[in-house]
Nanobody, 118 residues
Framework: QVQLVESGGGLVQPGGSLRLSCAAS????????MGWYRQAPGKQRELVAS??????????NYADSVKGRFTISRDNAKKLVLLRMNSLKPEDTAVYYC?????????WGQGTQVTVSS
């Protein structure tokens, strides 16, 4: 089992940048596929970016809406997953959740609010 704690959200102006961090506990972190999801008010939760486990060579994947603006990375030694968000837009406003997946089990953090507004 893994526990996830997100940080780094906040209020930023359009065009600005933020970096989200997800700290994981537990062992075998490198075997978890990790991802960032977001949920805006009145909308379904959606995948923003993911990075696969060691068994899938840490392949990354991005939603079309964030390609070229967001970058996901993982530091297995520190058990961290980072989401670097550049050129932020008002439509990026949402609660962002860290996710860990292994063997059919999903684990979620508590979420961190990102608000893009002038």
């Amino acid at each position: 089992q893994v526990q996830l704690v997100e940080s780094g959200g906040g209020l930023v102006q359009p065009g600005g940048s933020l970096r989200l961090s997800c700290a994981a506990s537990g062992s075998t972190f490198s075997f978890y596929a990790m991802g960032w999801y977001r949920q805006a008010p009145g909308k379904q939760r959606e995948l923003v970016a993911s990075v696969a486990s060691i068994t899938s060579a840490y392949t990354t994947n991005y939603a079309d809406s964030v390609k070229g603006r967001f970058t996901i990375s993982r530091d297995n030694a520190k058990k961290l997953v980072l989401l670097r968000m550049n050129s932020l837009k008002p439509e990026d406003t949402a609660v962002y959740y860290c996710n860990a997946y292994l063997n059919g089990n999903n684990y979620w953090g508590q979420g961190t609010q990102v608000t893009v507004s002038s």
